[in-house]
């Protein structure tokens, strides 16, 4: 049977999640957390990154003791059974109308101003994204993870600048006081936050590629988490600090807004070219993850279908190319819908916390003694962002009931034979 390669290093695995994590949403969710609830987003970013440490823990814990292409939809079929892990197979899938088409545009926001006049659409710029997404990703796990190790640390360096040239302070970084209605300020902008570590799920499908899984999956995952959290912390200062939020122009430019105010108009195309590369980073993992799902559900269900097949680089070469027809799709209803990132951000977010949900609920059942315990943990910190989302997470649940009662598991008897 054909199976993927195990080319992914623990380097590059961090590089792989944190770069992941970061994606589009440095580039916007600083932002638009600031403009839901000022300096007390300082406080969102500490709770977020609290509370996502046990949720983070118990993905490394699953990922340990069960790597697989089939990430959350796996766990799910070792706790459950088959229903269960095709509805949330296809849940997974439902995010590309919500979720992606933000992404591409975000992406292609920042390439089309450095392509030549007569490419410089959104649409082409979207495409040409779409285009190298494909390159990448039939290159294998192996480049496509240096690639992101690279941009990762161009990211960083971008937002260590922000703090050199833009002279932070103690008193930048100073946490605000608490009065009675700052827990409704931090739990509306933790329901756009969340967007920030969704994220995990997708890399739960690349634990098979691990060369030491049970290993460097863990330590990548925590790590990764962390790296990222304290990131989007420092770029959320000098965001607050500069005033570079409060309406609709600062959603998806914020950073462009800094680097011509810091470094001047002349470096504009240099930080274009810098967010084209960590959003498209982002969108290669979910790219990479939802061919490898895709793969890993004809694997076990199809395995003489063309979906199931791996190319001589080790990577589902077929999978990988339904999941660009995809996204090209998505472009085009993108180009066509006008696109609000919070509403869009919110009910993807939807789609991704239900996905924890089902994946904590698995580990506390897989799991034994302390695991099960932080298991627990996430389960409620799952439910607390449910809380926070409100009538977003409606996208999400009523898509999920439909895909439980709609899917049929292979063990189960069809109605014609009963």
Known sequence: MSQLKKEITLFSGIGQLTITLLGTGLFMVPAIAAGIAGTMSFWSWVVLLIAICPVALTFAALGKRYPSAGGTAFFVRQAFNQRFEKSIAWLFLSVIPVGVPAAV??????????????????????????????????????????????????AFSLVAAFWWFGDVTFSDVQMPSFA????????????????????????????????????????????GCIIAGVTYWACSVVVIKFHAYGDAQFDAGSIPFLAELLFGKATVPL????????????????????????WAQARDYKPTSALARVSPKGVPSNATFAVGAVLLISCFIGEISQLNLESFLKLANGVFILIYFMAMLSACKLLTGPARILAAISLFVCLAVMVCLGWSMLYAIVLFTFLVFKTKSKTEPSIATT
Not at 106 to 120: H, K, R, T, V, W
Not at 128 to 144: P, R
Not at 181 to 189: F, H, P, Q, T, Y
Not at 271 to 277: L, N, V
Request: glycine share 6%.
């Open 105 to 154: 545009t975000l992406a292609g926001s920042f390439l089309q101003p450095i392509l030549p006049d007569n490419f410089n659409h959104i649409l082409i710029a979207q495409i040409i994204t779409v285009a190298l997404l494909m390159i990448v990703n039939l290159s294998g796990a192996k480049v496509s993870g240096q690639i992101q190790s690279i941009i990762a640390i161009c």
């Open 180 to 223: 009675d209605n700052n827990w409704v300020l931090i739990g509306s902008a933790l329901s756009v936050m969340f967007w920030c570590f969704v994220g995990i799920e997708a890399f739960a499908h690349m634990g098979e590629e691990f060369k030491s899984p049970e290993r460097d999956f863990p330590i990548a995952i925590v790590l």
């Open 271 to 294: 930080i274009s070219a810098i967010g084209f590369a960590t959003c498209f980073a982002s969108i290669n993992l979910y790219t990479q993850s939802l061919s490898r799902m895709l």
